[in-house]
């Protein structure tokens, strides 16, 4: 499958590198390919810049956001939730309509410092604002439940028994997303119902992040016992 | 130890069945016994009048908030997230100072219908505008991320394979609570640090919901697989 990852972080480009690696066609979406790849430091969270991943993955080409998403059957919001909006509009509401739009963004506010607050919450969320605004989109809320290695290598904690969230009212979109899911290992996606739901799964950070305090890792993650 | 609940719906009773059964000396409390104790209906939820309950538990006293608060060195608060203040202000500042304060209660505006939203949340949370408005009581959340039956037989899902969370400002009197976790069968509570941390376990309940929803069952449970 043509599959555009939109943002250049570490989130996506662990999602670009497994599904380039699971055989589909990867380009990832950012704002100006030439910044990024001219930028020597690592960023904030520490990862090696760009351009050191982009030299251990030059089959994955770096274009424009609109660029990336005009080829993609399948598009990755990956970029940060307070950028989320910004970057599918220079994405272009044509080139995603149609696509199906898998949003793994939270609506993170670190303006008052850590832990984060959300800037949408509870009667709205991040995934149903971004479908408004790209009505033609087919939304999929997912994977922003975990931390990037464990969306890619769910084993990798609990031997894999663990759990994963769909969202979405595209019943079509919502199972592309749940075969993807599957083939990078995830057994249990349990399908929560229409896009409203993602106001559930967005409000999941607050305890993800206590718990990544609590625990001293971010390798952890929800199994719902039933 | 000298118990009090607060509350007659299904969590109250529940709770302090179990934890009668397991030795403690309970009291439950209520606004007004003669009127809890008239009812002949089942409540809104279904759930068969008190005195039905309480014909069935005969050692167990029903006070008035005042009296049962008076009597216990622990009290819980087992009433609807709506009225916890209310009921907490009858049950009598002087009644709880000093005493542990195991708030078990969620933050639910059904207001506006099904699911409900949160009437406090991310910023603050129901524990802690319980905690500020009596600064003597030594408050700790717990068990408000699940159903009634699990909070007291958590091996009803999972083999009791599963996760509590306890949030509070002090380490003795989460220890209390924690003790009184582990008898009724809790085998894993994460310790998610202080009162602050309630925010996210009720910012849980939108998720727990859904998951209600989607499995068609309340005995659903978190387990925090690390």
């Known amino acids: 499958m043509d599959i555009a990852v939109l943002g250049t972080g570490t989130v996506g480009r662990t999602l670009a ?33 760009y351009s050191v991943w ?6 994955i080409r770096l274009t424009p956001y609109a660029e990336a998403a005009a080829g993609g059957e399948l598009v990755v919001n990956a970029t940060g939730g307070d950028g989320s909006l910004d970057a599918l509009h220079l994405a272009g509401e044509s080139n995603l309509a149609g696509k199906v739009l898998l949003d793994v963004s ?12 959300l800037f949408v919450k509870d009667t709205d969320s991040l995934a149903e604002q971004i479908q408004r605004a790209f009505p033609q989109a087919r939304g999929v809320k997912s994977l922003n439940t975990m931390t990037a290695g464990l969306m890619v290598d769910p084993g990798r904690v609990g031997g894999g028994d663990h759990t994963a969230f769909v969202s979405g009212d595209d019943a079509d979109a919502k199972g592309t997303v749940v075969d993807l899911l599957e083939s990078m290992g995830h057994r249990d996606v349990i ?13 999941l ?9 609590a625990l001293g890792t971010p390798y952890l993650q929800f199994k719902i016992v039933r």
Chains 1, 2 share one sequence.
């Not at 939270?106 to 607050?117: A, E, K, Q, R």
């Not at 399908?191 to 409000?203: H, K, N, P």
């Not at 950070?205 to 305090?213: A, T, Y």
Request: proline share 12%; charged share 20%; net charge negative.
């Open 191 to 203: 399908d929560l119902g229409d896009l409203s739901t993602a106001r559930a799964t967005e409000m």
């Open 17 to 49: 590198g497994k599904l380039a690696e699971l055989g589909h066609a990867l380009v990832v979406g950012t704002r100006d390919p030439q910044s990024t790849l001219a930028r020597t430091e690592p960023d904030a969270m520490g990862n090696p810049p």
């Open 106 to 117: 939270n609506p993170l506010d670190f303006s008052h410092g850590f832990p984060p607050s």
């Open 205 to 213: 950070l607050p305890v993800w992040l206590r718990l990544m305090g």
């Open 54 to 59: 982009q030299s251990e993955h030059p089959a």
